[in-house]
C-alpha cells in the first residue's frame, strides 16, 4: 500500500464473527429482514408507470427538443428500475428465491443487460469489498485505483489513466454503453445460468430499444436520442455506484480483517435526506448494505442506528460524507493514485 492509496490503520476486531452475528440478530428481532411487499409493490408501479409515460411521450409528441428530455426521463427511469433488479439479486424483494429470479430476468429485459453477469460480478464484489486481487470493481482498464495498477498500464488505458481524475465525468458517461457490452462479452465467454433465455432477453432489449426509437425519429434524431439516453444512464448508474467504495482503502492479499469491520472500513454512506435515498436507490446506506445484503432497502434507515454506534465504540472508522464531499475524495483518490504516469510523463528525456 503507498502512501497515496488511503492508509489502512484498523485492524481485525477481536470476536468479529460473535459481534457480527450480535448485530444480525439484534436486526433480525427490529424485524429489519422481514419482506417489504407493499414497499416493493410501490416502486415498482411508480417506475413501471414512468417508463409508460416516457413511451407514449416518444410516440405521441412531435418535438425533437422535447425528446431529448424525454430521453433524459427514460434514462433515470432505467437506473431506478436497474436499482430493483440489484435488489432481487440480493433476495430482498421476495421470500422465493424463484420469484426473485423471474422479477431479475423482467429487470434484465426492461434495463438491457445479462442477469448472470450482473449477479455473478456483485456477488464477488460483495465478498472482497476494494481487494485488488479478487474485486471485480477495482479492475477496470480505464482505471487506475492504486499507484502499482497506474504504472501497470499501457497504450490508450494508461493515457486515460494518466489524466483519470480529469475524465472521471466523461468515462464515467461510458458506463451504459460498457455495461451492455459486458453482458456480451460474458454470454459469449463464460457459462450462464439461462443459456437460451438471456442472450434471447438482450437481443429482445436491443431490438425493441433501437427499433421503436428509429421506427419513431428516424435517421440522425434517433442516434442522438439514443446517444444521449445511454450516456445519461451511464453517469447515473456510476454517480450512484462509484461513491460506494472509491477512494476508501484498498485491501490486498496481506489483509487480515473479519467480515465486519471489511465491510465497514471499505464502504462509504452518502448522508441521508428523502431526495438521496430516493436518486440512490437505497445505496446511500452502504455500509449497512454491504453487512445485510438481503435486508429491503427501505430497512437500511433502521439498521444504521446500531451499526453507526457499534463501530464508533470499536472505533472501527464509519465514512459518512455528503455528495459533494463523496465527489471530492474520489477525484483526490484518482488523482493521487494516477500521479507516477504524470511524473513520469514530466521526467526529462536522458
Not at 411487499?37 to 425533437?64: E, G, H, Q, W
Not at 430476468?105 to 438491457?112: A, D, E, K, P, R
Not at 455506484?241 to 484498498?250: Q, S, V, Y
Amino acid at each position: 500500500m503507498t502512501a497515496r492509496t488511503p492508509a489502512l490503520t484498523v485492524a481485525a476486531l477481536p470476536d468479529g464473527a460473535a459481534h457480527y452475528a450480535h448485530l444480525r440478530q439484534l436486526a433480525e428481532q427490529n424485524g429489519l429482514f422481514d419482506r417489504q411487499p407493499r414497499y416493493y409493490a410501490y416502486k415498482i408501479s411508480f417506475n413501471m408507470s414512468l417508463l409508460t409515460l416516457s413511451i407514449l411521450f416518444l410516440v405521441l409528441v412531435d418535438s425533437f427538443p422535447l425528446q431529448l428530455l424525454n430521453a433524459l426521463v427514460l434514462a433515470f427511469v432505467l437506473v431506478q428500475i436497474s436499482f430493483i433488479g440489484h435488489d432481487v439479486g440480493h433476495q430482498q424483494v421476495f421470500g422465493s428465491t424463484r420469484k426473485n429470479e423471474v422479477l431479475g430476468l423482467i429487470v434484465s429485459f426492461v434495463f438491457g443487460s445479462s442477469r448472470t453477469w450482473w449477479v455473478e460480478k456483485h456477488n464477488l464484489h460483495h465478498a472482497n469489498p476494494n481487494d485488488l486481487d479478487l474485486d471485480p470493481d477495482t479492475d477496470i482498464p480505464m482505471w487506475a485505483f492504486s499507484e502499482g495498477q497506474a504504472l501497470s498500464k499501457r497504450g490508450l488505458y494508461k493515457l486515460l489513466s494518466r489524466y483519470q481524475a480529469f475524465l472521471f465525468y466523461v468515462i464515467l458517461s461510458l458506463e451504459g454503453f460498457g455495461l451492455r457490452l459486458a453482458s456480451v462479452l460474458y454470454m459469449l465467454r463464460h457459462d450462464i445460468k439461462y443459456p437460451r433465455l438471456e442472450p434471447v432477453i438482450l437481443i429482445a432489449h436491443i431490438t425493441l430499444y433501437v427499433g421503436s426509437i428509429f421506427y419513431v425519429l428516424g435517421g440522425w434524431d434517433a442516434v442522438l436520442f439514443i446517444v444521449v439516453n445511454q450516456l445519461a444512464i451511464g453517469l447515473y448508474t456510476g454517480s450512484v455506484f462509484a461513491p460506494n467504495h472509491k477512494g476508501m482503502p484498498l485491501l490486498g492479499r496481506d489483509a487480515r480483517l473479519d467480515f465486519l469491520t471489511r465491510q465497514v472500513v471499505t464502504a462509504r454512506n452518502i448522508k441521508s435526506s428523502p431526495l438521496n435515498d430516493f436518486l440512490f436507490g437505497g445505496l446511500n446506506y452502504q455500509i449497512e448494505h454491504h453487512l445485510f445484503p438481503s435486508m429491503p432497502r427501505n430497512r437500511l434507515k433502521e439498521a444504521k442506528k446500531l451499526i453507526e454506534p457499534f463501530c464508533l465504540a470499536h472505533s472501527i472508522p464509519y465514512r459518512e460524507e455528503s455528495v459533494l464531499e463523496s465527489q471530492k475524495s474520489i477525484l483526490r483518490h484518482l488523482h493521487a493514485a494516477s500521479a507516477p504516469l504524470r511524473m513520469k510523463a514530466a521526467s526529462p528525456a536522458p
